[in-house]
């Protein structure tokens, strides 16, 4: 079975510095890749996924997240935090279980980032 | 126009009480789902539905009941509430695998 693990469930940046949020995965098969944003109250928004192809992909709100096979990795990155970034941030993974799966995802535990002035 | 939409957003209630959540999508996609949402954040899948039938059911106890009248709607009927139902419920829907899944504003349900 798959799983996700996001390492740090807090983490906090001043306003315009560099945003990190770690996730690895663990798959036997090929991984289908997410980032969700849930801001407070709300729903999942999807920020980014990969599924083939590049390896690196662009996402909304100038994030972007590197799909590393070699590291089981999908860390999501941004160049220059803005306060509109405070929310958490959840990693997912689905895979192909032969045809049973049905896209579901496994979610991470979360990451929620703080964004100071 | 909300893609998927679900009502309550709210619900309080008392124990042993039974309570629908509805669901509705208009993206015209096969598969719907519900999730959970404990007080830790941590979200977990409970059902999926494609094409109105069930195909996944993650060992949820059967005081829960979904039930899809149709592809475009998904409800979620709980019986004998227990305090530990106490979370939020999103429902979702997707094109299938590998296909974004959107999901719904939640149903925030507090039992008492």
């Known amino acids: 079975a798959q799983s996700v693990t996001q390492l740090g469930s807090h983490v906090s940046v001043s306003e315009g510095a560099l945003v990190l949020l770690r996730c690895n995965y663990s798959?036997?098969?090929?991984?289908?890749l997410f980032w969700y944003v849930q801001y407070p109250n709300q729903g999942l928004q999807l920020l980014l996924k990969?599924?083939?192809?590049?390896?690196l992909v662009k996402g909304i709100n100038g994030f972007e997240a590197e799909f590393k096979k070699s590291e089981t990795s999908f860390h999501l990155t941004k160049p220059s935090a803005h306060m509109s970034d405070a929310a958490e941030y959840f990693c997912?993974?689905?895979?192909?279980?032969?045809?049973?799966?049905?896209?579901?995802?496994?979610f991470g535990q979360g990451t929620i980032l703080t964004v100071h002035p | 126009d909300t893609a998927v939409s679900q009502t309550p957003k709210y619900l309080v209630t008392q124990m042993g009480n039974d309570k629908s959540i509805k669901c509705e999508q208009n993206l015209g996609h096969d598969t719907m789902y519900w999730y959970k949402q404990d007080s830790k954040k941590f979200l977990k899948i409970m059902f999926s539905?494609?094409?109105?039938?069930?195909?996944i059911n993650e060992t949820v106890p059967n005081r829960f009941s979904p039930k899809s009248p149709d592809k475009a709607h998904l409800n979620l009927h709980i019986n004998s509430l227990e305090l530990g139902d106490s979370a939020v419920y999103f429902c979702?829907?997707?094109?299938?695998?590998?296909?974004?899944?959107?999901f719904g504003e939640g149903s925030w349900l507090t039992v008492v």
């Open positions: 539905y494609n094409n109105k039938e069930l195909i």
């Open positions: 798959s036997s098969v090929p991984p289908y």
């Open positions: 997912a993974v689905s895979v192909d279980a032969g045809g049973t799966s049905y896209g579901k995802l496994t």
């Open positions: 979702a829907s997707s094109s299938g695998l590998g296909n974004t899944i959107y």
């Open positions: 990969y599924t083939t192809g590049a390896t």
